[in-house]
């Protein structure tokens, strides 16, 4: 199978010779902008707000957003600061309150791209594990709370990568996974679960790999995008469709005549043997 180079690394992720502070901060991507909503497609990497975690990190996506627009905004929702794609921001406290309330009560569509480690046994399913509030803290004492993902592996390959003599290459998958709840690492926790980690979740995953993956492809990230959010206005009653396009170091996962395409890879249909 013939395949394209992987991307380079975005021109954003690469060194640059002055310090941080003085870095100009480039625009974010528009989805969607009226009188009470912005929707921007978030860089993996950025923070959504300054927090005590990371009191030297001065950018982040709601100042940036800010400066953009010239006035105060709310961020309705977070995505780790991994994972690019939809984030929705409101322009007054009203429109943060009456989302906060419809994402609440799961009024909203939420739908991710994954490229996760090995290949799901069935095309569909879903996981029902209940999760622990707190991700940083340790499970046992803390209250569980029901939490639900629904998933659907888009496509199957191989990449001549190895972490153990036996396993001469490595399967990966690219899923779409669609959380009804939004537990904080949802969709992160539950793929662990199914043993089926996302590429370059340094919390859940696994180093050797995640490195081994990151060298080949020449980017390191945590491979976790969200694509889509369906929600009805607040202030209209309009249904928004929002989706990000994915970045560039997408697209060679998302095209070719089997869905994708990368260095080295193969789908599922063009042989069998020993993988990871």
């Given at each position: 199978?013939?395949?394209?180079?992987f991307p380079p690394p975005h021109p954003a992720t690469a060194p640059e010779s002055l310090p941080d502070?003085?870095?100009?901060?480039?625009?974010?991507?528009?989805?969607?902008?009226?009188?009470?909503?912005?929707?921007?497609?978030?860089?993996?990497?950025?923070?959504?707000?300054?927090?005590?975690?990371?009191?030297?990190?001065?950018?982040?996506?709601?100042?940036?957003?800010?400066?953009?627009?010239?006035?105060?905004?709310?961020?309705?929702?977070?995505?780790?600061?991994?994972?690019?794609?939809?984030?929705?921001?409101?322009?007054?406290?009203?429109?943060?309150?009456?989302?906060?309330?419809?994402?609440?009560?799961?009024?909203?569509?939420?739908?991710?791209?994954?490229?996760?480690?090995?290949?799901?046994?069935?095309?569909?399913?879903?996981?029902?594990?209940?999760?622990?509030?707190?991700?940083?803290?340790?499970?046992?004492?803390?209250?569980?709370?029901?939490?639900?993902?629904?998933?659907?592996?888009?496509?199957?390959?191989?990449?001549?990568?190895?972490t153990a003599p036996r396993f001469p290459e490595t399967r990966i998958s690219l899923m779409a996974c669609?959380?009804?709840?939004?537990?904080?690492?949802?969709?992160?926790?539950?793929?662990?679960?199914?043993?089926?980690?996302?590429?370059?979740?340094?919390?859940?995953?696994?180093?050797?790999?995640?490195?081994?993956?990151?060298?080949?492809?020449?980017?390191?990230?945590?491979?976790?995008?969200?694509?889509?959010?369906?929600?009805?206005?607040?202030?209209?009653?309009?249904?928004?469709?929002?989706?990000?396009?994915?970045?560039?170091?997408?697209?060679?996962?998302?095209?070719?005549?089997?869905?994708?395409?990368?260095?080295?890879?193969?789908?599922?249909?063009?042989?069998?043997?020993?993988?990871?």
């Amino acid at each position: 199978m013939t395949t394209a180079p992987f991307p380079p690394p975005h021109p954003a992720t690469a060194p640059e010779s002055l310090p941080d502070a003085a870095q100009p901060r480039a625009p974010l991507p528009l989805l969607h902008l009226d009188a009470h909503l912005a929707v921007v497609n978030k860089p993996a990497g950025l923070l959504v707000h300054r927090t005590a975690l990371d009191a030297h990190e001065q950018d982040a996506a709601l100042q940036r957003l800010r400066d953009q627009l010239g006035q105060p905004v709310w961020p309705v929702h977070r995505l780790d600061r991994g994972t690019s794609g939809v984030l929705v921001f409101a322009l007054s406290a009203d429109m943060a309150s009456r989302l906060g309330v419809a994402l609440a009560e799961r009024l909203t569509h939420k739908r991710y791209l994954a490229l996760v480690r090995g290949w799901p046994g069935a095309d569909n399913g879903s996981v029902s594990h209940p999760l622990a509030r707190d991700p940083e803290l340790p499970s046992e004492g803390q209250p569980h709370l029901e939490a639900t993902t629904h998933w659907h592996c888009l496509n199957r390959l191989t990449v001549p990568v190895t972490t153990a003599p036996r396993f001469p290459e490595t399967r990966i998958s690219l899923m779409a996974c669609e959380p009804v709840q939004g537990r904080r690492h949802q969709i992160r926790r539950h793929l662990k679960h199914l043993a089926h980690p996302i590429i370059g979740d340094a919390n859940y995953g696994k180093g050797p790999l995640n490195r081994a993956l990151a060298a080949h492809f020449g980017l390191q990230r945590l491979w976790l995008h969200a694509h889509q959010l369906d929600l009805m206005h607040p202030a209209t009653g309009e249904r928004l469709r929002l989706e990000a396009p994915a970045g560039a170091e997408w697209q060679p996962w998302l095209s070719g005549p089997s869905g994708l395409s990368a260095p080295g890879a193969r789908s599922a249909h063009e042989g069998e043997g020993p993988r990871a």
